[in-house]
């Protein structure tokens, strides 16, 4: 049997490269950075190495890099940060969007708890855009924080970021974009985003998994989660966790690298998985047609339960995602999906494929093959489907 991971959104597989660049910090190199004799001083060089790298992936400044334990801590860094700086200044108001990774939208629910005001903005239906307009029409005199996501991990829809990070400079408001989902798969250049902050996770774009970074600009406040050691200039304590921080660096590197190379083979890739998926009667795609990740592919069809195609998925070896909260083990359907305006039930049949470098033409003929029989295989053993089509 096949076996075909299109679940990248979710997680990837190390890229052999990083796997290699991660070896020499588990016993070689493995003093504690913060140790003033050889091998920390090793560790701490082998530290501002991958920080500078980094840095200049993103065009930051390697001051701008905190090293996080993933994109969630990230999320929640940044946000903490300008909230508590918003705070002591009486401004307690922050805008966001309904789409957002959880990381975002349960952190912001909390502060909503402290006191804080939280405007949730709607998202364009069925593309998942975020209005440019709609983020100027809710700053504040006392707007703290915009945090809207670069690229959504369900639909792949890409935000104008730089058109809302420039409306969001001119009238001094920080900014935060979640860009786990884009690091890695679209050139970033925080400068031109006019970002104050930005999270990313090292496991999205081939690097281990518990790692991150969050880039902060110079002058922005940035407070730390974790209380103790100085580690990270003081904005995070805890031994870094070196062997995963050179994988990503790695990692990142090697995937802008081949960034071009990727984008030829995978953009044709989902577009011909689209097509084909598009055949299929009453599917639909989830997220915007042209503004969205190079790697991802979300459709609902009518009728069909997201979670049983999954699973007669998996049974042909692919593996893909449904926009059922599986992690929650809720059978509710995502709240990206009910912000595109899908009614519940159709929310219900969403099927998410997120490609990487690793797949080929092979793999996506294969696979549409098989939801193309699922599909028809569920649907005939649907009562909903089957009143779909007697009213028609
Ligand atoms: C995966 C993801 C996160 C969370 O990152 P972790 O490294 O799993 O903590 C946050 N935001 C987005 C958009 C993601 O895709």
């Avoid at 082998?46 to 999320?75: M, N, V």
Wanted: proline residues 5%.
């Amino acid at each position: 049997m096949r076996s075909i991971y299109l679940d990248n959104a979710a997680t990837t597989a190390l890229s052999p490269a990083a796997k290699q660049a991660m070896l020499p910090y588990f016993d070689g190199i493995f003093g504690n950075p913060s140790s003033l004799h050889t091998w920390g001083q090793q560790a701490s060089a082998a530290l501002q190495d991958a920080r500078e790298r980094i840095a200049l992936c993103l065009g930051a400044d390697p001051k701008e890099i905190t090293f996080t334990s993933g994109g969630s801590e990230a999320d929640n860094q940044a946000i903490f940060s300008a909230a508590m700086a918003g705070a002591a200044r009486g401004k307690q108001h922050i805008v966001s969007s309904a789409i957002e990774h959880h990381a975002v939208l349960y952190y912001l629910a909390s502060l909503q708890t402290q006191g804080f005001d939280v405007t949730i903005l709607p998202v364009e239906p069925g593309t998942g855009l975020v209005r440019p307009a709609d983020v100027a029409a809710a700053l504040r005199e006392d707007t703290c924080l915009v945090t809207i996501m670069f690229a959504n991990n369900e639909i792949g829809t890409i935000q104008p970021i730089a058109e809302i990070g420039a409306l969001c400079r001119q009238r001094k408001i920080p900014f935060h974009t979640d860009a786990v989902q884009a690091v890695g798969h679209v050139p970033i250049d925080v400068r031109a985003l006019r970002a104050d902050y930005l999270s990313l996770a090292g496991h999205k774009f081939h690097g281990p998994k518990g790692v991150g970074a969050l880039y902060c600009r110079k002058g922005m406040p940035l407070r730390s989660l974790l209380l103790g050691g100085a580690q990270e200039r003081g904005h995070r304590a805890g031994t870094e966790n070196l062997p995963a921080i050179m994988g990503m660096a790695s990692a990142l590197e090697e995937s802008l690298a081949l960034l071009g190379q990727t984008d030829a083979v995978m953009v044709p890739l989902r577009d011909r998985l689209i097509a084909r998926l598009r055949d299929i009667p009453r599917a639909r795609l989830n997220g915007h047609p042209t503004l969205r990740l190079p790697n991802n592919v979300n459709f609902c069809f009518e009728g069909v339960e997201g979670e049983a195609l999954l699973l007669l998925l998996d049974a042909q070896g692919i593996a893909a995602s449904s926009g059922s909260a599986c992690t929650s083990g809720s059978l509710d359907p995502s709240h990206v999906l009910l912000a595109l305006g899908l009614p519940h039930e159709i929310a219900h049949g969403s099927l998410r494929l997120t490609l990487s470098r690793y797949i080929t033409e092979a793999d996506i003929d294969y696979t549409a093959e098989a939801i193309l029989q699922v599909v028809e295989r569920l649907r005939a053993m649907s009562p909903v489907w089957e009143r779909i089509t007697a009213d028609r």
